[in-house]
């Protein structure tokens, strides 16, 4: 397994997984399993990432948590937009 390296300071094998902290982390584990909290224990840095860390490069890293991000603004758009349809007919 490979280590999984901080996008902030670089330093590869310091992110450990964080707790959950609060109603809104706990619902994208509900919702997205395969999104996590990490911190690095280098510069103390605090972010979701994806549980599988597919390789050690920052870019694809950074690729990878962007496309998870990306999918969860589009989903949060399309409820935001279904709700509002349902509580405004046109």
Known sequence: ???RQ???CLSIGTL???H???SHETFLAVVFPFVYPYRCS???WRGMMGRIS???HRNLNIGI???IYCLLFV???YVLVTVRERIHPS
């Open 65 to 67: 948590n962007a496309a």
């Open 1 to 3: 397994m490979k280590s």
């Open 42 to 44: 280098a510069c103390n």
């Open 16 to 18: 450990s997984p964080s």
């Open 20 to 22: 959950r902290r609060d």
């Open 6 to 8: 901080c996008p902030t």
């Open 54 to 56: 597919l390789d050690q």
């Open 75 to 77: 989903v949060t758009v």
